[in-house]
């Protein structure tokens, strides 16, 4: 039992780091129906400009751990913004009018240059965070010790996605997201400025998944140039579980997988983890083929 | 027999009933309009039929056959053909490959014949060919065959769909509005087009919008509201029935 | 012309930080044996191609390198990878030193101009196995992260261990590599119970695994395999965490009391301001520092006089590592590994 | 003055033009209809109007302000809606949704929630669906969606593609009612139809395309008159 | 006749291809020999996605069936590897039915993750040595060079030939099955499901031959692979591999076969032209892919239009009996 309850506290953890990132997916590809292979490597980019900005600007002893740590989240958020939108401008404006899988092979090849670019500017060893940022220790619920980290990425990855959610359900900027996610033309016809929605995408998404490179680089200490892969494939497996271009979709998606993942580790096999994740994604869509909060299915013949 | 007929045939989405124990019949060689208000279930009838969703309740037989749960395929396959409200062409394929997905369950060849071209195979291809662009010219295309399906007007996509589905030899053709969207000179094209599809033996069924055309070319008339049936019969009985002027013609009477 | 010796290491891809750093080795020894005169005669030039560290790369980078005219080549380090080669060199006639491929079946298909100076898996299996055997444990968890290297020495090791009296492994599996939340199966490893973990994979995923014990509060101790030789570990880790991780692995530098050793790593840190990270950089340096000492003596580049030479004459080379002689395989001889002890400032001691 | 005029537009689509120099003028409350066969250019004149193709030579102006060089989202900031050929709605969004968005120009909330009131009013099946998903209406219902939609922004220009198209001839009536009663309100309408009787019946003026070309221009009673077009557009015969 | 010109124009090509052997060192043979491989992984895939239109990410879970298979065969039973090439294809064929039939009704991302999914457990299972005759993370060694009549293919020379006749025999059969019935069905259901249907395609019958026939092909190159090497481990089979195959395709320009193999040339062979940015190169790489998309977004050679011979008699109206 004590098991069950561990894992399930470290799932939810990894989780909402897979939700995180998953939103970034999720969001670009409702709009553009693009599946942005490249994020990924701002989620990378994110933990290593945020390990830059930590160690150069001292924040966290100045401002103290909290208030640091907030004010370089928002840094990161900002500069892997701008690098998003920079990436969208680069890569994919110039493929708006093209077939959608031409835009999938130029995802891949930002994925392959940001990635190498990480590892010719930071060198392909890992980097190691400064410890002791976020808090070591850890609370007891009900008899077991639980680490603040967890419940800290797990809150904020929470927060940050309440937020997003609000966003595109009740501002009107996200009505336009959506409308602009169904048809362009007609979105622009109500007098939406598609190209700043777009913008507005490729500044957020990505921005959520700096985020969550920050995160990640405090809870763990250890990051790489390749991390991103991995990373990616289970936030984009988790925005496709949830039903992509759904944004309370991802959410339970990530957090589903993290899951999953946690508890066919302990109680199958630890080799065989991600193959379990994925046996049951695969079963979960064939009996939902659009995922667990799918799209709503709105095509009539 | 008739050669369709629909029996006490209910659909749901949801809490909504969009067709609602409707039964009527079509004998070979007829014209039949099915009209009625929008939102009355007339598109969802013809998906039923076409097996693109299945009913809740109810029986379709064609020529004695049940079609109840039978794949769409099947169903083309057995001699029903049907055009889209919107238009639903391969629209980046040319103009005679559109024609010759209709020609496509009357051709067997596979994966291996196709793959090692025998002689079979050419020969049931060049029929195959020629076929489609019999048809093509039987609707006046046959000019535009080699050209890509997206760059016709409107109303020649609306024939080209009508081609597609008289290369399946079909035996029923149904035909969602294929006048929307055309002028009345093109309307005037399509009845004569419809009449002589008649005339070579194929029976119709027809949703259409526009009175003029149902007036004209119908022997038969079936009109829907709110998903059931509300009246029955030949064109002049349907004009003056009072609550099909109510609910769907209007008392001006310009037809 | 000069001499050419070719380097074929991971330059990108996963395994990118072990291939630049054997790049820096072996370019500061080239230049080194260059300011000493070179070698018959004639400049030393190193031609360094990629293999990504996947094998169809690799055999592409092995196929160019046989076309430049190369006297040896060093590499590569993964034995998956090495062993796409072996045969494209072997054809060719061209001697090559691996320098971080330890799977045994490399040396045991009679390969003529094959050699590696790193330790086979059963060499570093027999370590651990006599080194577990002295610390007395009795539960003993052996976790693997599936890769060649690691999952052989872990099933030599419990082939080794399997059976012995009072000893019980409790605990055999892989965890994924490259992921940084291990503590799902570090709280699986835990309910099993031993009192001794080896983990033999590499020092990215020891140094989480350390961390995450101690957050875990576990205090059970953990030896690694040589892949975790790396100072990273304790950063990765933290001081607190990697204090009391054993490792085994081929004798650091700094522990060599050699003249070579100790001028070596001063130069390496004057040349790039950090020492070696990884030990197989430095076995890759011996393998250069071996083949250039086979040529100087044989006063050729003849394939056959250099092996016969590295297989019958050379006999306790000074190297970085410590001394090497090769047997008829081409596979380093003597006991190499070591046991190391990570104190609590993060240092690397060499247990007696 | 006219409020909308087009001079000398040409689009092309790729390398292939279809709009050979239009010329065209709508002055302040007035309904113009376009007429033509299949193919001759109406939908694309009424997309570059509202900026969604871009014209390779030419002019559109509304009033004074040149359009033809804004983006699409600012000319309907300029208050030209459009209701658009195959209508057009947002399928994943329910019809509140699709009818809000039709008021995204529009900023004052209160107003807004009477003019949807007033749409409601206008088609009361919309009412009853109000949270179906648009995707899911039947042909018809979405054609008076797409008409609502744009109504929502209260434009001074209404550019209407085919309103009529696949709607029961009650409702066709019941809509060429609507927008007269619109137009009495003052707003100036284009509009392209098939159903060119119920079109000139209801136009003040006339335009006859034929491919990318303007070659009739006149008033609707003139048009009517007009032998060549009673025999390509008004059926030979009495035509509904 | 324009015909007979490029028949002629494609024999010449031919000539001056098969002679690169004698003019190029044997390094560069060598990578047109990868390039070979790729461009029959990229024919077959191009079917599932260029044809199809349907999104296979996970490639390499055929090619890998295929190489296993031969490698398992080959050293523990001793088969000759050249008569396993139908073996892998069908092995390779049986295991895309299993996997495709409950997942072929999903769309277009979904199926890609799916493939991706499939793509993965396969390379898990090779790792866990799976009914233990994978050889795990080590993989298998000791296959055999294809010999015929005697005669071993053995040098990379030798196996230019070897895997460019079969590339181009490949390339022969799939020029046919394009132009035919069965290529047009797989169009029809790329750019309409319902209206396939609705004309009488049985769309999901299609599907399921498309990545049948596309596994088979990649099961027989994964044969190749495995008889090149001679050595094989699942490190050669992952996800970095099916990505590098459906970029191909789409680079090359999805639907073409022309497309197939300049996508095969570009995206194998750049990395190696790329080889003096040292550690720069797969930067340089994907930035170039990234360029090449955005000059072409059609992809480099993108599918022409069928072209028909049309019957003489189309001019007049006839009946449709
Ligand atoms: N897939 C679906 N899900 C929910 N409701 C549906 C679905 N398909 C149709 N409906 C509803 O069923 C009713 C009947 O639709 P149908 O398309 O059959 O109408 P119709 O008679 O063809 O109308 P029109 O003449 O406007 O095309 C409509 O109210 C529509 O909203
Ligand atoms: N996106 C496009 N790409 C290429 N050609 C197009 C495109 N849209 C329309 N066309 C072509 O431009 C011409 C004019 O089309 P348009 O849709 O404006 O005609 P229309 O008068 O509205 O006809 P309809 O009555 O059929 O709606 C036609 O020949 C059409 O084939
Ligand atoms: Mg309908
Ligand atoms: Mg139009």
Not at chain 1, 80 to 90: E, K, N, T
Not at chain 2, 163 to 189: F, H, S, V, W
Not at chain 2, 191 to 196: E, F, Y
Not at chain 5, 203 to 213: E, G, I, P, S
Request: charged residues 15%; proline residues 4%.
């Amino acid at each position: 039992m004590e098991q069950f309850f561990l894992q399930l506290t470290n799932g939810l953890a990894v989780g909402g780091i897979y939700a995180l990132i998953a939103l970034g997916y999720t969001m670009v590809y409702g709009v553009l129906k693009l599946i942005n292979f490249a994020h990924s490597d701002l989620f990378t980019l994110g933990a290593y400009l945020g390990l830059t900005l930590l160690t150069s600007m001292a924040l966290t002893d100045r401002l103290g751990p909290f208030w640091g740590t907030v004010l370089l989240a928002f840094m990161v958020m900002l500069l892997i913004a701008i690098v998003g939108a920079l990436l969208d401008r680069v890569a994919y404006r110039p493929l708006r009018q093209s077939p959608r899988l031409s835009a999938v092979v130029s995802a891949l090849g930002a994925s392959i240059f940001l990635q190498n670019t990480v590892m010719l500017v930071y060198g392909a060893r890992f980097q190691v965070y400064p410890q002791g940022i976020l808090p070591s220790t850890a609370i007891r619920v009900m008899g077991l010790d639980i680490p603040m980290v967890r419940l800290i990425v797990l809150c904020t990855s929470t927060l940050m996605m309440l937020a997003l959610f609000f966003f595109i359900q009740k501002t009107k900027t996200g009505t336009a997201i959506r409308a602009a996610a169904i048809d362009q033309g007609a979105a622009r016809l109500m007098g939406i400025d598609v190209n700043r929605v777009i913008l507005m995408v490729f500044l957020v998404g990505p921005a959520l998944g700096g985020v969550a490179g920050l995160l990640v680089g405090l809870y763990y200490g250890q990051i790489n140039f390749t991390m991103g892969w991995g990373y990616g494939l289970k936030a984009f497996t988790a925005a496709i579980l949830g039903g992509i271009g759904n944004i309370p979709g991802a959410m339970v998606g990530g957090i589903l997988l993290g899951v999953i993942e946690a508890m066919g580790a302990a109680y199958l096999s630890i080799a065989w983890k991600d193959a379990i994740a994925f046996c049951v994604l695969i079963l979960i869509l064939i009996f939902r083929p659009t995922g667990l909060l799918g799209e709503r299915v709105a095509e009539k013949v | 027999m008739s050669l369709l007929s629909l029996k006490r045939l209910t659909k749901n989405f949801g809490g909504l009933t969009a067709v609602n124990n409707v039964s009527f019949d079509v004998e070979p060689g007829a014209i039949v309009g099915l009209i009625g208000p929008n939102g009355a279930g007339k598109t969802t009838v013809f998906n039923l039929i076409t097996g693109i969703y299945a009913p809740d309740q109810g029986e379709i037989l064609f020529a004695g056959k049940s079609l109840v749960r039978l794949r769409t395929h099947r169903i083309i396959a057995m001699g029903i053909a049907r055009t889209f409200q919107t238009i639903r062409l391969f629209q980046n394929l040319t103009v005679l490959e559109n024609v010759l997905a209709g020609c496509h369950c009357q051709m067997k060849g596979g994966v291996v014949a196709s793959l090692l071209h025998t002689p079979l195979q050419r020969r049931e291809e060049r029929k195959a060919i020629v076929g489609a662009m019999s048809i093509l010219s039987f609707v006046g295309l046959h000019r535009e065959a080699q050209q890509v399906a997206k760059n016709l007007s409107y109303g020649n996509q609306r024939l080209l769909e009508i081609a597609r589905a008289l290369a399946t030899r079909p035996k029923l053709l149904i035909l969602d509005e294929p006048a929307g969207g055309m002028n009345e000179q093109e309307t005037g094209r399509l009845v004569t087009l419809i009449r002589k599809m008649r005339d070579q033996g194929i029976t119709i069924l027809l949703i259409e919008h526009d009175m003029s055309l149902v007036m004209k070319v119908c022997e038969q008339i079936v009109v829907l509201e709110y998903g059931s049936k509300i009246a029955e019969g030949p064109p002049e009985a349907i004009k003056q029935d009072p609550r099909v002027i109510e609910a769907y013609l209007g008392t001006d009477s310009d037809w | 012309d000069p001499v050419k010796i070719g380097l074929m290491g991971p330059m990108t891809g996963s395994w990118a930080s072990e291939g630049q750093e054997m790049k820096q080795v072996l370019d500061l020894l080239c230049e080194e044996l260059n300011a000493k005169g070179g070698l018959m005669g004639q400049k030393v030039a190193v031609v360094s191609e990629d293999d990504g560290g996947d094998p169809r790369t690799a055999s592409l980078a092995a196929q160019r390198l046989a076309t430049q005219g190369i006297a040896a080549v060093i590499g590569t380090y993964g034995s998956a990878v090495t062993e796409a080669t072996q045969n494209i060199y072997n054809e060719a006639k061209i001697i090559q030193v691996a320098n971080g491929s330890t799977a045994i079946r490399l040396t045991e298909k009679g390969l003529k101009y094959f050699f590696r100076t790193c330790p086979r898996d059963d060499e570093q299996a027999k370590v651990a196995a006599a080194t577990i055997e002295k610390l007395g444990v009795k539960k003993l968890a052996i976790l693997h992260d599936n890769s060649t290297y690691a999952k052989g020495l872990a099933e030599e090791a419990k082939g080794l261990l399997a059976g012995k009296k009072g000893l019980e492994i409790v605990f055999f599996d892989a965890l994924t590599p490259k992921e940084q939340d291990y503590t799902a199966i570090l709280t699986k490893m835990k309910a099993a119970g031993p009192d001794f973990v080896f983990f033999t994979g590499y020092y990215g995923e020891g140094g989480l695994l350390l961390k995450q014990k101690r957050q875990m509060n576990w205090n059970v101790p953990f030896m690694g395999g040589d892949a975790t030789n790396n100072p990273d570990l304790v950063k990765i880790a933290g001081k607190e965490a990697a204090a009391g991780f054993y490792f085994l692995s081929p004798p650091l530098p700094k522990d060599l009391p050699t003249q070579e050793a100790k001028a070596f790593l001063a130069a390496f840190t004057k040349k790039y301001g950090n020492p070696p990270n990884s030990i197989y950089p430095v076995l890759a340096g011996d393998g250069f520092r071996v083949i250039t000492h086979a040529i100087a003596e044989t006063k050729s580049t003849d394939p056959e006089k250099l092996a016969k030479y590295l297989k019958t004459e050379l006999k306790e080379f000074p190297g970085l590592t410590g001394k090497i002689s090769f047997n008829d395989k081409g596979d380093r001889i003597g006991e190499v590994y070591k046991v190391y002890k990570v104190n609590a400032e993060g240092q690397f001691i060499l247990e007696p | 003055m006219a409020l909308l005029e087009i001079a000398g537009l040409h689009v092309r689509y790729g390398n292939i033009e279809v709009l050979h120099g239009i010329d065209l003028r709508v002055g302040e409350g007035e309904i113009v209809s376009v007429l033509g066969a299949n193919g001759a250019g109406k939908s694309t004149t009424l997309l570059s109007i509202s900026g969604l193709v871009k014209a390779s030579a030419g002019s559109i102006h509304l009033g004074e302000t040149p359009i033809h060089k804004l983006p699409a989202h600012a000319i309907v900031k300029q208050g030209i809606a459009q209701v658009p050929e195959g209508r057009r709605v947002f399928g994943t969004l329910t019809v509140e949704e699709n009818l809000s968005l039709g008021a995204f120009v529009r900023d004052e909330k209160g107003e807004v929630r009477q003019t949807l009131g007033w749409i409601y009013e206008l088609f009361p099946i919309l009412a009853e669906r109000r949270r179906q998903l648009a995707g899911t209406l039947s042909g018809g219902e979405q054609q008076m969606l797409a008409i609502g939609r744009a109504l929502m922004s209260r434009p001074r220009v209404l550019l209407l593609d085919e309103p009529s198209l696949g709607l029961a001839p009650l409702l066709v009536k019941a809509i060429f009612q609507t927008l007269k009663e619109i137009n009495g309100k003052g707003v100036t309408m284009v509009l392209v139809e098939q159903n060119a009787r119920a079109a000139l019946k209801l136009a003040h003026r006339g335009y006859v395309m034929e491919l990318g070309r303007i070659v009739l221009e006149d008033s609707s009673s003139a048009l009517m008159e007009n032998p060549e077009v009673q025999a390509a557009y008004l059926g030979g015969e009495k035509g509904r | 006749m324009t015909n007979q010109r490029t028949i002629i124009t494609i024999s010449l090509a031919n000539v001056v291809f098969a002679s690169l052997p004698f003019f190029l060192n044997t390094y560069w043979v060598d990578v047109l020999n990868s390039i070979g491989i790729y461009s029959i992984l990229a024919l077959s895939l191009n079917l599932i996605v260029g044809h199809a239109g349907l999104f296979n990410l996970g490639h390499a879970a055929f090619y890998a069936i295929g190489a296993y298979t031969a490698a398992i065969l080959n050293t523990g039973y001793g088969i000759p590897i050249l008569a396993l090439l139908p073996a892998c294809g069908f092995t390779a064929g049986v295991f895309a039915v299993l996997i495709a039939r409950p997942i072929i009704h999903l769309r277009g991302d979904y199926l890609c993750i799916v493939t991706i999914g499939v793509g993965e457990i396969v390379r898990i299972a090779l790792i866990n040595d799976v009914f233990g005759v994978t050889g795990g993370a080590n993989g298998i060694f000791g296959i055999a060079r294809p010999s015929l009549f005697g005669f071993s293919v053995r040098s990379p020379q030798h196996f230019f030939y070897y895997i460019w006749t079969f590339a181009g025999i490949t390339v022969c059969l799939f020029h046919l099955l394009e132009n035919s019935r069965f290529g047009r069905a797989l169009n029809y259901l790329r750019e309409d499901e319902v209206a396939a249907e609705g004309s009488g395609v049985d769309t999901a019958h299609y599907k399921l031959a498309a990545f049948v026939v596309g596994a088979v092909w990649a099961g027989m190159a994964g044969n190749i692979y495995a008889s090149k090497m001679t050595i094989i481990s699942p490190e050669s089979f992952t996800f970095w591999e099916s990505v590098l195959m459906f970029a191909i395709v789409i680079l090359g320009g999805s639907g073409s076969i022309p497309g197939m193999l300049l996508g095969a040339f570009l995206i194998v062979g750049l990395p190696e032209l790329f080889r003096e940015f040292a550690n720069a190169r797969m930067l340089v790489f994907g930035a170039a892919m990234i360029a090449m998309m955005i000059f072409r977004t059609q992809g480099i050679l993108p599918a022409k239009q069928r072209r028909y011979s049309l019957p003489e008699s189309s001019g007049e109206e006839s009946g449709t009996g």
